[in-house]
């Protein structure tokens, strides 16, 4: 390098041929050895500049010695791993990928060679997850084929499972999904033969629905949680028919239900599943009815004194025996609607204690916020009765949630409304006495 700079022309022996050196004369080998070598460097610089002969800064070593000390630098690449990873990112639509089995140890923890059966989908993709429409085979041997959404079941799909040594796939279940989970409207095939066709909420039969039993019966009505709570129809194979309300999978509240082989109707209230107090009489003739009628001898004329006064009286007590149950038990959204919630929740959060409950003290006001004065025995009377205090706790021990607060109501609300009805019949019984006494006057 330093030899390309040199000048060409004729050089005065008593010139220096370094000045840098001061060096003059002819130069010895090592003082070239010394110029074509690595270059010095000095503490106040890091790099030593170079110049030509004829004391012109040589810009092309300069160049190469702050660039590298001289060495050609390769150009940066790009790791091989980040490219093979680049490819693998699964985005639309993809080929089917399969994933293997584990392997099937031995007793002595040893391999066998074998593995068990592997699982593939063959859909599209978004960001590495499936996500769209695919069909994914399970190593179980269900398959699922619909939509997807951030690795999971999202949309409308369709499940088998397989059945027998065949492994023949089986529908099991048609309809909405959300997070992995049946939600929404859709139909269940049930292995026993029964099969469900309504609404349901993250993998539960919840709102109105449809489910037909493998002996033949069939309910039409709705669904809490995966069981019949709310107003339904049970008809029967045999042709009996239940109508009215129901809680935890049982007749609760009140119904009539019409026996097909008597022709005879219950209307009451029932509990537990059983018919406890109403009406039992016979209905009119049904040529269509599964059986004909039991004919049975005739029996004396009798009159039950007070008829309708008994019948009010044993359809009380029932409900003040399951008061306290139902309170506890009954699904929110047949208590009340969603402005009622809303607004009940805007008066609770008020009073709230740090723990999120509330007193005796805080229900009374609460009570008297609605427009029903009590006092603290009536108050307590009716946490009692409702299921939330037992007989020999104190008022202290007194905590009540936003949920309970809310059945809580609902029994007060009750109360309230027999209160009235009782005390309209008492106004009606007065005004048919007094008109009756004018009458006779």
């Known amino acids: 390098q330093v030899g390309r700079a040199r000048s060409r022309s004729p050089r005065d022996p008593t010139r220096p041929c370094c000045p840098s050196l001061g060096v003059t004369g002819r130069r010895p080998r090592g003082s070239m050895t010394m110029a074509m070598g690595r270059p010095a460097r000095s503490p106040s610089s890091p790099l030593l500049e170079t110049t030509s002969m004829d004391g012109s800064e040589d810009s092309m070593s300069a160049s190469i010695m702050r660039s590298g000390m001289g060495r050609t630098l390769r150009p940066k690449t790009e790791p091989l791993w980040r490219s093979h990873d680049a490819k693998a990112q699964k985005n639309g639509q993809r080929g089917t990928i399969y994933w293997v089995?584990?392997?099937?140890?031995g007793e002595d923890g040893s391999a066998t060679g074998q593995r068990k059966k592997g699982a593939s989908y063959h859909g599209e993709w978004g960001d590495n997850k499936k996500a769209g429409y695919g069909v994914q085979v399970y190593p179980s041997g269900e398959k699922y084929e619909g939509q997807w959404s951030n690795g999971l079941r999202n949309g409308e799909?369709?499940?088998?499972a397989p059945v027998g040594k065949a492994k023949k796939l089986r529908k099991v279940y048609v309809g909405s999904w959300e997070n992995d989970k049946r939600h929404g409207r859709g139909t269940c095939f049930f292995?026993?033969?029964?099969?469900?066709?309504?609404?349901?909420d993250q993998g539960k039969m919840h709102g109105q629905g449809t489910l037909r039993y493998a002996n033949g019966d069939m309910y039409v009505g709705d669904w809490h949680q995966g069981m019949r709570s709310g107003k339904g129809t049970l008809n029967k194979a045999n042709?009996?028919?239940y109508e009215g309300y129901w809680l935890n999978d049982k007749r609760e509240g009140s119904g009539s239900f019409f026996y097909a082989s008597s022709g005879k109707v219950f209307v009451g209230e029932w509990a537990n599943d059983l018919p406890k107090a109403g009406v039992y009489t016979q209905a009119s003739p049904n040529p269509d009815q599964a059986g004909?009628?039991?004919?049975?001898?005739e029996l004396p004329c009798l009159r039950l004194a007070l008829p309708t006064e008994v019948l009010e009286g044993a359809l009380s007590a029932v409900r003040n025996a399951r008061k306290g149950f139902r309170a506890r038990t009954m699904p929110l959204q047949r208590l009340f609607s969603d402005d009622e919630v809303d607004a009940l929740a805007g008066a609770f959060?008020?009073?709230t204690r740090e723990d999120g409950s509330i007193g005796l003290h805080e229900v009374q006001a609460l009570c008297s916020q609605l427009g029903s004065e009590m006092n603290i025995d009536r108050v307590t009377a009716l946490l009692k009765?409702?299921?939330?205090?037992?007989d020999e706790a104190d008022e202290h021990d007194?905590?009540?949630g936003f949920e309970d607060f809310l059945r809580l109501i609902a029994v007060l609300l009750e109360e309230e409304a027999k209160l009235d009805h009782a005390t309209t019949e008492d106004d009606d019984a007065g005004s048919d006495y007094l008109d009756s006494y004018m009458e006779d006057q």
């Open 101 to 105: 089995g584990k392997a099937i140890m």
């Open 157 to 160: 799909g369709t499940f088998w």
């Open 191 to 200: 292995k026993n033969g029964e099969f469900f066709q309504g609404l349901w």
């Open 239 to 241: 042709g009996d028919c």
């Open 292 to 297: 004909g009628v039991i004919r049975t001898r």
């Open 349 to 351: 959060e008020q009073v």
């Open 385 to 390: 009765g409702a299921g939330f205090l037992a």
């Open 398 to 400: 007194v905590s009540i």
